[in-house]
Nanobody, 124 residues
Framework: QVQLVESGGGLVQAGGSLRLSCAASGRSFSDYAMGWFRQAPGKEREFVAALSWSGANTYYANSVKGRFTISRDNAKNTVYLQMNSLKPEDTAVYYC?????????????????WGQGTQVTVSS
């Protein structure tokens, strides 16, 4: 069982940066692949970034590639999402997710555990 708590969201101007954190409770955090997803009002939840349990493999949605970076610190049981060059279309609630498996996964059904989300708002 893993519990996930996101933080770091907020209001930022276009072109700015934010770093989201997702703290995981429970044991064996390093056994979990992690992902970030987002959901804008009236839209389905969409994939943003994923990270393997070792941290060696990453995968990004085309819309964020080159601007966002996913990383993890297994000693702190935390996964991060560094978001640079933010755009108004990045506005959404951001969720982290976990799956006890080694690789990267880009679909919501792959993940067993979800956080409550953190709001990111990018003003133009």
């Amino acid at each position: 069982q893993v519990q996930l708590v996101e933080s770091g969201g907020g209001l930022v101007q276009a072109g700015g940066s934010l770093r989201l954190s997702c703290a995981a409770s429970g044991r064996s955090f390093s056994d979990y692949a992690m992902g970030w997803f987002r959901q804008a009002p009236g839209k389905e939840r969409e994939f943003v970034a994923a990270l393997s349990w070792s941290g060696a493999n990453t995968y990004y949605a085309n819309s964020v590639k080159g601007r966002f970076t996913i990383s993890r610190d297994n000693a702190k049981n935390t996964v991060y999402l560094q978001m640079n060059s933010l755009k108004p279309e990045d506005t959404a609630v951001y969720y982290c997710a976990a799956r006890r498996a080694p690789m990267t996964y880009s679909y919501t059904g792959a993940y067993d555990y979800w956080g409550q989300g953190t709001q990111v708002t990018v003003s133009s």
